[in-house]
Each structure stands twice: as C-alpha cells, then as structure tokens.
C-alpha cells in the first residue's frame, strides 16, 4: 500500500478521487485546499528533509502572490503569464534571501525567517504603498483576460488549472524525494550535516537548493491565490499566519508525499466548518496538532507510513541475512 | 631516498575556544602505511585527526597533504582530495538503505565500482535494501569504511574503529585494514591495544596533547612497549 502511495500512479488516483470530490465538496473549498497543499509542499519538504522549521513562509508566498499581482496589475492582463513571471520573481528572490538564510541552522534559522516575515510586510504594507496599495491590496477583477484552453477567470477554470499544478509540483517532489541523489542528501543534512562533508559534500549548496525550491514551491502558490482571489493585500506577508504552513506540515506529516495534502485538507475543512460555529476555531488546530504529535511526532501520514514501514521491516528481517562468507 | 610522506603534520597546535588541547605536534605517514595514534582518554587523538580533516581548525602549525596545505580548507574539500574521515560515533545515514548510503559516496566521488566494497565486505550486499536504523554495530562500520573506500581515497583516518564491536568482529577488521592499506594509507586512533598492535607499523603514543614517543620496532609494537609513555 505504501508503495502504491508513493507512486506515479497513487499520486494520478489520489488527486483523481480529489477532483471528482467536487461533486461533493464545494468547488471553493477544494480549490483552496489545493493551493494551501502547494504551499505547505514547501514547508513540509524544508522540515521533514533538512530538519528547517521556517515561520517566514508568508513572506515568500507573498513573493509570489505580488509577483502575479503586480504583473497583472501594471504590466499584463494574462494570468498565465503573470504565474509565470511570478515564479520566476519568486525564484530570483528566493535566490537571493536563500543566500544568506541558509548560513544560519535550528532556532536562529527559524528566528530570522520569521523576522524577515515582518520585513517582507512592512515592506508590501508601508514603504511599498505608493505600488501595493497597502491593506486595501491590488485589486485586479477587472485586469485579467479569459486565458486560452483552460480560462483562469472562471472557478471551475482556476480549480482545474490548480489542480493540474498541484499534480506537477507532486510529481517533481516525488522525484525530488524518492528518486534522486539530492532528496537522500537533503535527508543526510538533516540526520547528520558533518557526516556530509565527509563524504564530500558542500552542504551549504544543498540546503541553498532546498531552500530556493521549497520556497518558489510556495510562490507558486500565491501567484495561485492572487488569480484564484483577484486581488492581493499586504495581509498575505502577516507574520501571524506564519504558523499555518507549519500546522499543515506536522499535521499531515512534515516530508512525506502526502502529507501536506491531508494537512490542509483538514486544516481548512477546519476553518470552514468550525469557524461557522466558534469564532477561534485556531483552538481546534491546535488540540487536534497537539493528539496528533502526541501519537508518534510523524503526523498522519508520516504515522501510517511508520506503521507499514515496521510490518514490511519486520518481514525483512525475518529473513536471515548471515552467511558463512559474510564478512564482519 | 625514501617515499615522500603523504601526510606531513606540523608544529601542530589546537584548542577549543580557551583550552590548548594539542602542543606542537609533528608527525607524518607514509604512502599505504598503517599508522596507529595511542593514548589515554583525553589526551588529543581524536582532535588531532580532526584537525587533520579539516574538522577543527587548528591554531597554529600546518597539515600537507601530497605537500599541499590543508588548514583552511573546508571539510567537503579535504575528502574531494582524497583524505577520508571516519568517526568513532558508527553513525550511518540511518533513513536511507545501504545501497542510499553507497549511492551518496558514489555520487560525490563519481566511483560507481561497488566491487571493491563489496570485495572486502561482502556482507554489504546481502544488507543492500537494509536501512542504515536496523544495521548492527559491526555493520554500520562496515558500510562507512565501504563508503569511505569509494572513490579511492589515499588516507583513511578511522577513529576508534573497535569501540563497541565483539571480538570476532576485530579481528576481521584487522585483516580488512592489511588489505585496505595495499591501496591507502590508514592512520588510526584507538585503545585497543591488541587491535593496534596486530594493524599498525608505525605507533604513536599521546600524552595531555603532546605527542611523547614514536614507536617503528615491530617487537615493541607486539610488546606494547609504547604503554611506558602513556
């Protein structure tokens, strides 16, 4: 089962069975949960595979999200290209800020991200106003043309085209984790970076990778968010949303596959059931985090993915492995 | 004239932040030599070899390698020369197989030839799809001296390589390094004395950070006569 899971073919049914879900589940919801999945892809990939928790993560979603904004609303009217060009702002950025952030490691790394949080929001929300428009945002509703084959400006339209980029961004992180040589070097910084350079590994090109990937990861996703809402304010940087990407990350299991798509799934069927119901439906989250920690720190999936690990280890190890021959 | 010197250590010193912890410590190996560091807990083996690799900066001397000056250089850059580290704590990559493992040393050096590993310890291949969590101790050494080997370094500095390991275990891997040093220099550190004596050619014995006596008869090697100096 987890093979299938981690599979080619496990990600094409499970976000086949997602998309189907939307004759269920409101369209609105679904299209969220997918956006917030992509951007806590970025955020489970730099906890789970090199051990860098970052409550900056609004910052470089924010990237993106001005990015699209920006383009559309000064320079273009195609939200495909504004995706694009926002990616690549968010990538040239991300390049840069890396450069210097991945210099530092544990608390001082989380510390900084998030002090640059609070940079990023003055920034789009003060000394930025004259552009951004401060928390009245970009409004762009107005200044997006119907996009070839797949139209961006209908829901059903953004739901698909988001559904599709989920799909890549799963299948490259498959890639990234299970099939190259970067993904088990990214593990080996996390579990042991000394060990690395002994091996001969400049570790600091790969965290800077990392980095530059996961956090572009979230770029896409604001660019996502800003056509998906046809707008962008400065609230999108707030330092105070800083831990969501965090709680979706533990929740659904910090470095597996899946996991960041079962954290948001619940974390934002969360916000919108309970939030009719009481006004800090937060405290939810956090209970709910604080059960699922308790049960083993791995999330749910990353537990599940235990789980099976141990019946299919216990299996291996019931075979002998000695031979006469063996060596030490 | 003989071998030139592979490793050459010079009036070496090093401290962590205000305590000296080496004193002017001269030393060298030789091409494909087995060299052996001895002495007490304390007193400077283990940070000597780090400082041969880069690990520790030292605060004054120098450390050439084929003549080339290595203090300065970064640790990644020391094992892209060809001068292997392996430290005493047997600790493997433990979420990845030992084929992840291989694959990792293999990328970084280029050196795909698992033969070699898998010629001095064969055992490696019947381990292959095991993960590094579920290796024994005798195991996980294996696979960091399988490692190590890939990319046919020219030194190996293998700290401490018996701590914890069941006799039978040593005495395979005192024949694992006669072999070993038919292609590389092996410069250990240890206490076990028994080990030493059976591996090493050439015996240097530390005191309190100072290297005090530097045995190369091969009877007092056996005799562990060096234990006088420690």
């Not at chain 2, 410069?187 to 530097?214: D, H, I, P, W």
């Amino acid at each position: 089962m987890k093979r299938f899971f981690k599979s080619e073919t496990g990600i094409i049914i499970t976000f086949a069975l997602l998309y189907l879900l939307k004759g269920i589940l409101p369209t609105a919801f679904l299209t969220e949960v997918v956006i917030f999945s992509i951007y806590a892809m970025g955020c489970s990939f730099l906890i789970g595979r090199l051990g860098l928790t970052s409550f900056g993560q609004p910052a470089y979603l924010a990237f993106g999200a001005y990015g699209a904004g920006v383009y559309l609303y000064y320079f273009g009217h195609n939200s495909l290209v504004a995706i694009f060009v926002s990616v690549l702002f968010s990538l040239v950025l991300n390049m840069l800020v890396g450069s210097f952030m991945v210099r530092l490691n544990s608390s001082y790394f989380t510390l900084c991200n998030q002090a640059f949080c609070v940079v990023t929001f003055f920034l789009f929300q003060k000394a930025l106003v004259k552009w951004t428009f401060g928390d009245n945002g970009l409004l762009l509703i107005s200044r997006m043309d119907p996009t070839p084959i797949i139209d961006l400006t209908t829901t059903k339209g953004i739901y698909l085209f988001a559904f599709l980029m989920a799909v890549a961004v799963w299948f490259f992180y498959q890639y990234l984790m299970k099939k190259s040589v970067f993904g088990a070097t990214c593990l080996c910084v996390k579990d042991n970076e000394m060990k690395l350079r002994f091996l001969g590994y400049k570790t600091f090109n790969i965290k800077w990778l990392a980095f530059v990937i996961a956090n572009t990861t979230a770029g896409l996703a604001g660019a996502l968010y800003t056509v998906y809402f046809c707008m962008v304010n400065a609230n999108i940087a707030n330092v105070n949303t800083a831990s969501e990407a965090v709680a979706i990350s533990m929740l659904g299991g910090a470095g597996t596959l899946f996991g960041p798509l079962v954290g948001s799934f619940l974390f934002i069927g969360l916000k919108d059931i309970a939030s009719q119901f009481i006004s800090h439906w937060e405290v939810l989250v956090g209970l709910l985090l604080i059960i699922v920690m308790l049960a083993g720190e791995k999330g749910i999936v990353g537990s599940l993915e235990g789980y099976l690990e141990k019946l299919k280890e216990k299996r291996t190890l019931a075979k002998p492995a000695l031979t006469k021959e063996g060596g030490l | 004239m003989g071998m030139p010197n592979i490793v050459e250590v010079k009036n070496l010193n090093a401290a962590y932040g205000q305590s000296k912890v080496l004193f002017d410590i001269n030393l060298y190996i030789k091409p494909n030599e087995r060299v052996a560091i001895v002495g007490r807990n304390g007193a400077g083996k283990t940070t000597l070899q780090k400082c041969i690799a880069s690990l520790l900066h030292p605060t004054g001397g120098s450390v050439l390698y084929n003549g080339a000056e290595l203090v300065g250089k970064q640790p990644y850059e020391v094992a892209r020369l060809g001068l292997k580290y392996i430290d005493q704590d047997k600790h493997v990559f433990l979420d990845l197989t030992v084929r992840e493992n291989l694959e990792l040393s293999s990328y970084a050096t280029g050196d795909y030839d698992w033969d070699k590993v898998f010629k001095h310890f064969p055992k490696l291949k019947i381990l292959i799809d095991r993960k590094g969590a579920y290796l024994s101790g005798g195991e996980r050494q294996m696979l960091m001296i399988g490692r190590a080997i890939l990319g046919d370094p020219k030194v190996l500095l293998v700290d401490e390589p018996t701590e914890g390991l069941a006799p039978s275990i040593v005495d395979d891997l005192v024949t694992t390094f006669h072999e070993l040093s038919k292609d590389c220099a092996i410069m250990t550190v240890g206490q076990n004395l028994s080990f030493v004596s059976r591996v090493a050619e050439r015996v240097y014995a530390m005191k309190e950070g100072r290297l005090v006596a530097e045995i190369t008869d091969e009877a007092d090697i056996k005799n562990h006569s060096y234990c006088e100096y420690l």
